[in-house]
């Protein structure tokens, strides 16, 4: 287990890092590909498979073949050229960098820093079914949050439509 | 996770695998031969009796043909896309039960007819499918050719429209068997199938299906008359083989999970005939549907494509998983 745990992170720390350091915004967002289904992996080791089939099917396979569709269409690889990056850059990646850094660590330096286990054990959720268990929880105890979402992304789709029927137009 | 649970899946999914790719070699074969007869042509017979060799023929050919590239490809997504596209197709079929119900004895050990039994079951399908798109998709791209580009954005289009309404038409086996891993699935249709009450939504499974393999009358990807042969026009020798083989893979896929999930898996009347049997016997009734299908039908308009899947697959398979999830909540008298 923590075998896999470390070939996992160091899989995601090299996709993570493939995101920024390409060249081609192509294998940019590949490299996002990558690291999502890393995190899905991670969410497997963890005992949510249901949680692993939502990641790999929403973001890698929906949201980010959107992606490359897009880049794809607009091939911007002449457009962008990197060159020197401008001092603000360096800068804002200083500042956050170790922002990051500082908390990762406190996580470090508190390693028993962990959750209440909740109500919803292992043992709990094989007896129910993975996904019978986030079913039930996302539409009792968490159904007004979950409705609110859906209504939030309706709106962003009728904002979507709008705004391409009127470029139509 | 002990080493013999591991072993037996590694064994496992070696004979997946192989059996696998030996029924692509033969639906090649079925495929020429029944749409030879429905043409009134003997069909391949001269490569062993029948013709039953010329799969291994066409096998040693694509061998050994030199395999030529595009210049200004993408190196790595060039011979990254194939592998994709057939590591995709191959590993859904790892939570497809092929017999039951119990799992069978052998040399003491009790094994399951299955590769994997996990409880998100159909979802892994779905999951896997999803990446598949991008196996296609980067083979299009990353071959810098025009006809390639515009194959790849119709399938991708195709697949990720046409996926919805595929997950959706499977909404309503999850109602009623109140699971989604396949063998309680199958179990539950032990008196009746469930093609008998969903048999909208198996015809909408098999609709979406068909697209979602970008068969005919859906083989808007590979286009041959506009496209010359779509994003894989570029692809040749054992690279082009890799593509062919993920999409006869594919069909053979969708075809078990319609078995499956509509059709009671490896139930059969009577008793007679054991289950692996019943299973083999309706995905090969699938398969000569599809393959009667492209003889028939001429291919669609794009743009009518897209609008079958959109204006009418997606609204009915939402109607035929509202419908069904009312019915079953009023059969329970909680309504």
Known sequence: ?169 | MTLEVVVVTLIKAAIVIGGLLTGFAYLTLFERKVQARLQQRPGPNRVGPWGLLQPAADGLKLFFKSSSTPSGRDRFLYLLAPLISVCAALSSFAIIPISGPGPLRLFGHSIGWYVMNVNIGVLWYLAVTSVGVFGIFLAGYASNSKYSLLGALRSSAQMISYEMALGLSLVPVFILAGSLRLVDIVNAQHTWWFIIPLFPAFFLYLIAGIAETNRAPFDLPEAETELVAGYHTEYSGMRFALFFMAEYINMIIVSSIATVVFLGGWWGPFGILPGPWWFLLKVIALLYVYVWLRATLPRMRYDRLMALGWKSLFPLSLAMMMITAVVVVAAEGTL
Do not use: C
């Not at chain 1, 923590?2 to 720390?13: I, K, R, Y």
């Not at chain 1, 060249?23 to 996002?32: F, G, K, Q, T, V």
């Not at chain 1, 401008?86 to 956050?96: L, N």
């Not at chain 1, 820093?113 to 968490?142: C, M």
């Open chain 1, 1 to 169: 287990m923590v075998v896999g745990f470390a070939l996992v992170a160091a899989w995601e720390l090299v996709t993570a890092a493939g995101v920024v350091a390409f060249r081609r915004p192509i294998h940019n967002a590949l490299a996002l590909v990558g690291n999502m289904l890393g995190l899905a992996v991670l969410f497997l080791m963890l005992n949510a498979q249901f949680l692993f089939a939502a990641q790999v099917i929403v973001y890698a396979g929906a949201v980010m073949v959107l992606f490359v569709f897009i880049i794809a269409l607009m091939n911007p690889v002449s457009d962008i050229t990197l060159g020197p990056a401008r001092g603000g850059e360096w800068i804002y990646g200083i500042v956050f960098g170790v922002i990051f850094a500082a908390l990762l660590g406190v996580l470090l330096v508190n390693q028993g820093l962990t959750g209440r286990s909740g109500p919803f054990t292992p043992e709990v959720i094989n007896a129910v079914g993975n996904v019978q268990s986030v079913g039930t929880a996302l539409y009792t105890k968490f159904l007004f949050p979950v409705e609110v979402t859906s209504v939030l992304l309706l709106i962003a789709a009728v904002g979507a439509v709008y705004l391409a029927v009127r470029r139509i137009r």
